[in-house]
């Protein structure tokens, strides 16, 4: 059964992203702050699926530490889930994404209509200050740009390994940066086509003020990140059904720990 519902929600995930680009192109004809809604809504929907089809929820905390304007989102990154589900919570959400994507028939045409920020990875000091200057507009539309500093998913539990990038656009666009914690790893896993039920726990922490040093924001970015995130993983040991990745998370927290 766990198999038939992940593969029933795997399926439906592609399947309406796919119809819901199709019959909202309109949309695309729309000043972007009058088409942004479809984007949440489809967050929307795929939460909804997830609960009713896996059995899998979500609790959100923190909600009160979200500011106003223009901040940089930066999330723990374990899982697919945190790449839509944080959506409906950011209000002008911007994502920092590779050039590539652009190309993609009619996906492309929604990140270049809602000014998401594509980066040329071969070209990295060109692509770096094309970026910065993307990032300093968005901040000056008061949109929120959405970060995943360790770069791509890791397993949950692993050592973390967040890229100093962050640091460097937390200077130049001298703006609050909000950290992100979560447990989804312990329900979605990296690569995974198998999901668990459970509830997702995730958290908005107090965000950072501008002003810190570039050294000292990004120690302070891991160790709140990390030490909320160990803190969610833990909680999940109460559940009633706890999730069988809880063994997996051990091992990985061992082999972190052993490393450190």
């Known amino acids: 059964m766990l198999f038939l519902r992940s593969s029933i929600f795997q399926i439906l995930f592609y399947t309406i992203t796919l119809a819901l680009m199709l ?13 942004w809604w479809v984007v949440p809504f489809w ?21 009160e530490n979200i500011p106003q304007g223009g901040y940089i989102v930066a999330s723990k990154h374990q899982s697919a889930w945190e790449t839509f589900a944080l959506i ?42 094309a970026m910065v200057e993307s990032a300093k507009q968005t901040i000056a539309d008061e949109r929120q740009i959405m970060i995943f500093p360790e770069g791509t998913r890791r397993p949950v539990g692993a050592e973390p390994q967040f890229k100093f ?34 509830t997702v726990l995730v958290e908005f922490l107090p965000p950072i003020a501008p002003g810190l040093g570039a050294r000292a924001f990004h120690n302070t970015l891991v160790d709140t990140i990390e030490t909320a995130t160990i803190r969610l993983c833990e909680e999940a040991r109460t559940a009633e059904s706890p999730t069988p990745m809880l063994a997996v998370y051990d091992r990985n927290r061992k082999a972190a720990n052993a490393k450190a």
């Open 165 to 198: 990038g962050i640091a460097h656009l937390y200077k130049d666009l001298n703006c609050p940066v909000l950290p992100v914690a979560l447990n989804a790893g312990l329900y979605w896993p990296r690569a995974s086509w198998i999901i668990y039920p459970g």
């Open 43 to 63: 967050a929307n929907i795929l939460l909804f699926l997830l609960r009713i089809i896996v059995g899998l929820k979500v609790e959100v905390r923190g909600k």
């Open 23 to 35: 019959v909202g192109s309109p949309v695309l004809l729309l000043p972007r702050k009058w088409g």
């Open 88 to 129: 409906p919570h950011v209000p002008n959400a911007t994502y920092i994404l590779k050039r590539e994507l652009r190309w993609i028939p009619i996906f492309g045409w929604y990140t270049a209509k809602y000014q998401q920020i594509p980066i040329n990875r071969g070209k990295r000091a060109a692509a770096l200050a």
